[in-house]
């Protein structure tokens, strides 16, 4: 039980009491009004707890997806590294073999013939890591402006509704002055 619960149930006992009716009444009204009061904030609560919360899970999971998009280029990245490096080896094996062995063509064929497949695959790599590197950056772009409309929204929407909670409060509080005639006081 909360502390506005708490009260509004000794109040509530106070009215029972029933010492004027007067008395009673208007303990017992603000008993109401005091219940009524948690039941808005519950209910502010609830709906803020569901707007927000959805957006920071939404965005928790855009960043493991993004987490994940970012190991992918990583390793596309190691991999196109690793054909340059092999590339690099075997075209110097090659240079070497064509100045020293002119004799040996199975040889020199054979490493031609590698050092063309290294160059594709070192092509190949580089195309993908720079496709993967300007999709991240469109997306990112994309991402940047739809992120910052639903915040601004989700923003709005908690603003909005306690706003709306504030007014019902002091619709709450009017109603009870007005029945007990205390706006005079």
């Given at each position: 039980?909360?502390?506005?619960?708490?009260?509004?149930?000794?109040?509530?006992?106070?009215?029972?009491?029933?010492?004027?009716?007067?008395?009673?009444?208007?303990?017992?009204?603000?008993?109401?009004?005091?219940?009524?009061?948690?039941?808005?904030?519950?209910?502010?609560?609830?709906?803020?707890?569901?707007?927000?919360?959805?957006?920071?899970?939404?965005?928790?999971?855009?960043?493991?997806?993004?987490?994940?998009?970012?190991?992918?280029?990583?390793?596309?990245?190691?991999q196109?590294?690793?054909?340059?490096?092999?590339?690099?080896?075997?075209?110097?094996?090659?240079?070497?073999?064509?100045?020293?062995?002119?004799?040996?063509?199975?040889?020199?064929?054979?490493?031609?013939?590698?050092v063309?497949?290294?160059?594709?695959?070192?092509?190949?790599?580089?195309?993908?890591?720079?496709?993967?590197?300007?999709?991240?950056?469109?997306?990112?772009?994309?991402?940047?402006?739809?992120k910052?409309?639903?915040?601004?929204?989700?923003?709005?929407?908690?603003?909005?509704?306690?706003?709306?909670?504030?007014?019902?409060?002091?619709?709450?509080?009017?109603?009870?002055?007005?029945?007990?005639?205390?706006?005079?006081?």
């Amino acid at each position: 039980m909360g502390v506005t619960e708490e009260i509004s149930s000794t109040i509530d006992a106070l009215a029972d009491l029933e010492i004027l009716k007067t008395t009673s009444d208007l303990l017992g009204e603000f008993a109401e009004v005091h219940l009524k009061l948690r039941e808005n904030l519950d209910r502010v609560n609830l709906l803020d707890q569901l707007t927000l919360g959805f957006t920071i899970e939404e965005y928790l999971r855009i960043i493991g997806s993004v987490k994940s998009v970012f190991e992918a280029r990583s390793k596309i990245y190691q991999q196109y590294i690793t054909y340059k490096n092999d590339l690099t080896k075997k075209q110097e094996s090659l240079d070497k073999l064509n100045s020293k062995y002119k004799s040996s063509v199975d040889k020199i064929n054979l490493l031609t013939f590698e050092v063309d497949k290294l160059k594709q695959k070192v092509t190949q790599f580089e195309k993908s890591f720079n496709n993967i590197s300007d999709t991240i950056k469109s997306e990112i772009d994309k991402f940047e402006m739809d992120k910052i409309e639903d915040f601004r929204n989700s923003v709005e929407i908690f603003i909005e509704s306690s706003i709306e909670s504030q007014k019902q409060s002091i619709e709450l509080w009017e109603t009870f002055y007005d029945r007990q005639n205390l706006a005079q006081i």
